[in-house]
């Protein structure tokens, strides 16, 4: 099976490029990656993809359905839809990855922490996660938002606590998994800290359960920040978000179908293109798939 | 004669056992003590043979030798470093001159680590080391007759026997005194096997290392060890020079063992099951099995005794003329 001659650097390129390949090899994956790049791609050169401003009020041409001139058409102020939706973009993965960033951060430290830390630390961040958990997150949102207003920083705070149990149970499973793992234990005979331990063994082995976790929140988080500013607590007018472009669009759906529509297509599109990308990597960076290629 | 490099004294290894709930409200045992009692040695230089039954508590006691089991009772010495205790300070100390080969070589390699990394890492855990790692890790693996690019590779993309090599390479990066190996042999095909009792021989020759050699296959131990002490529910039942088992067996279990490898047809090892660690039977605990069990070993317990300079036994029955053995 091995050959002993093959130039060694090239063994671990080859191994990235097996990960990359099968991501990109089914369909679905390369479909998901294409739209997940193309959102991006709105979202980092947002002013330079977009055709017209976003805000720009021009009420001659407001409410009308797609043509040459817009695309998707435009608004009841006259503003164009797909500059909205782009800027839309822009607002979502900020806030897709910001309180997933802190989700994240905050979910992991606690899972390592109960993993490695022993029953009694462990029961406590169990208890505090399902706790927070068991809150009916529109509720709570709504609470926080009623307390200290609705603001970009108050959604990442709202999203990080609700999206971090999620996080912290994914680690901390597999923190408690890998703490039995054959290499774990041998690392500890050959005398490794417990810092080592997390850091060198645990860590790199957690990557690929984390990444798929990232993959299939990011639509969660999307729909966590339209949802709100869908009830007007979250991206306040008028800065576009593709939730208060629901909103605003559900006003008028009886007069004007198309910018309801289209304020849910990209809820839609990206929702299902980060849960299939998620899907695939799963699949990708699986290591015993790996080995049969 | 020198000290023993390895040295077990009455070490007693038990593990909690049983729910929260059950303990709080003091149902059921607490414990469950997988080695009630036990007092091992390993000469300098030489390996011990450490034989029993799956179930019979010699991966615990390979692991509490290197401080991977909590240790209730007794304690271990290796070299002048005395631990008591899972925690002890000792074992920092007592880990650099000792490592341990797992049953499951591939599974004991961290699969997102690269060889050269796995093979190289007591040196960067025990720290001092100020060469090249990849020169390390290129002579370590050519000890082992491995080529310097396996350096680069991954668990998944080595064969078993190729994983086993690497974790021997792993065990002699510090130059330990004492290598702890747990079934060393385990799933490799016969010509591999033998491949590895050389290397691990010949490394013994030219390191002077020593070696608890912990395997259920009596024909690999036979080969490679110099004494050899026979494990049952947790208490050594017998042990002796390699030959003197081999030729002159004392304890029933251990004429089991050595009768159940020379017979030819399939069947179980001997009559019975072997029987809990929580239900321990009274007085001898084998006598549930034994084909010479009689009123006294349902009575009382059989003490470890000489038989023979350099050869012990636990059986009322051991050490006495022929007769008693063939009833």
């Known amino acids: ?293 | 004669m020198t000290q023993p490099i390895l040295e077990a004294r009455n070490l007693r290894v038990r593990y909690p056992s049983g729910t929260l709930t059950d303990r709080l409200l003091g149902r059921g045992p607490r414990h469950v003590t997988v080695l009630p009692d036990v007092s091992l040695s390993v000469e300098a230089g030489q390996t011990l043979g450490l034989i029993g039954e799956s179930g019979s508590g010699k991966t615990t006691l390979g692991r509490a030798a290197i401080g991977l089991a909590p240790i209730s009772g007794g304690s271990i010495r290796v070299g002048d470093a005395t631990a008591t205790s899972e925690d002890a300070p000792e074992w920092a100390g007592i880990r650099r001159r000792t490592s341990m080969m797992f049953q499951d070589a591939v599974a004991s390699l961290d699969p997102r680590m690269t060889l050269g990394t796995s093979v190289t890492e007591p040196l960067a855990i025990a720290g001092g080391f100020d060469g090249n790692r990849r020169d390390k890790a290129a002579e370590l693996l050519g000890l082992v007759g491995l080529s310097p690019d396996f350096a680069d590779r991954y668990p998944h993309q080595i064969s078993g026997g190729q994983a086993r090599r690497v974790t021997v390479a792993r065990a002699l990066a510090l130059e330990p005194d004492l290598v702890i190996a747990d079934e060393p042999t385990a799933g490799l095909d016969l010509s591999v096997q033998g491949e590895l009792l050389n290397l691990l021989g010949e490394l013994q020759n030219r390191l002077g290392v020593s070696f608890l050699f912990i395997t259920h296959n009596l024909s690999v131990a036979r080969h490679v060890t110099n004494r050899i002490a026979i494990m049952y529910l947790g208490r050594i039942v017998e042990e002796a020079p390699t030959r003197t088992i081999f030729s002159a067996p004392e304890h029933p279990y251990t004429r089991a063992l050595i009768g159940a490898r020379e017979a030819t047809g399939g069947g179980g090892l001997i009559e019975g099951d072997v029987p809990s660690l929580t239900r321990r039977p009274e007085g001898c605990e084998f006598r549930t099995r034994c084909p010479l069990a009689t009123d006294l070993c349902a009575a009382k317990a059989p003490a470890l005794r000489e038989i023979a300079p350099g050869h012990t036994a636990s059986c009322h029955y051991a050490g006495q003329p022929a007769g008693v053995s063939h009833s």
């Open chain 1, 1 to 293: 099976m091995t050959d002993q001659t093959a130039a060694a650097p090239r063994a671990v390129k080859a191994e990235r490029h097996a990960t990359l390949r099968r991501l990109l090899g089914t369909p679905t994956g390369a479909v998901a990656s294409l739209v997940v790049a193309a959102f991006v791609i709105a979202a980092l050169a947002a002013p330079l993809v977009a055709p017209y401003d976003p805000n720009a009020i021009d009420p001659i041409n407001r409410m009308q359905g797609p043509s040459a001139a817009h695309w998707l058409g435009t608004d009841q102020l006259g503003r164009d839809l797909l500059s909205r939706i782009v800027f839309g973009t822009r607002t979502a993965l900020y806030i897709a990855l910001t309180g997933t960033g802190a989700a994240l951060g905050v979910g992991m430290a606690m899972g390592m922490i109960a993993g490695l830390g022993g029953k009694i630390l462990d029961s406590a961040l169990v208890l505090l996660n399902d706790s927070i958990k068991s809150l009916p997150l529109v509720l709570f949102a709504l609470a926080l938002v009623t307390i200290y207003g609705a603001s970009v920083p108050a959604l990442i705070v709202i999203i990080a606590i609700s999206m971090a149990p999620g996080y912290f149970r994914v680690v901390r499973n597999q923190v408690l998994v890998l703490n039995n793992a054959d290499f774990i234990v041998a690392a500890q005979s050959m005398g490794a800290s417990r810092l080592r331990l997390a850091a060198t063994h645990m860590l790199p082995n957690l990557i690929g359960p984390i990444l798929v976790l990232i993959a299939m929140d990011i639509p969660a988080v999307i729909g966590i920040e339209s949802g709100l500013s869908f009830l007007g607590q979250g991206i306040q007018p008028p800065q576009s978000s593709w939730g208060n472009m629901l909103s605003e669009g559900y006003t008028y759906v009886r007069q004007a179908p198309h910018i309801a529509i289209a304020a849910g297509l990209p809820i839609v599109l990206s929702t299902i293109a980060f849960t299939f990308l998620g899907e695939t990597l799963r699949d990708a960076l699986d290591p015993r798939r790996a080995v049969r290629t």
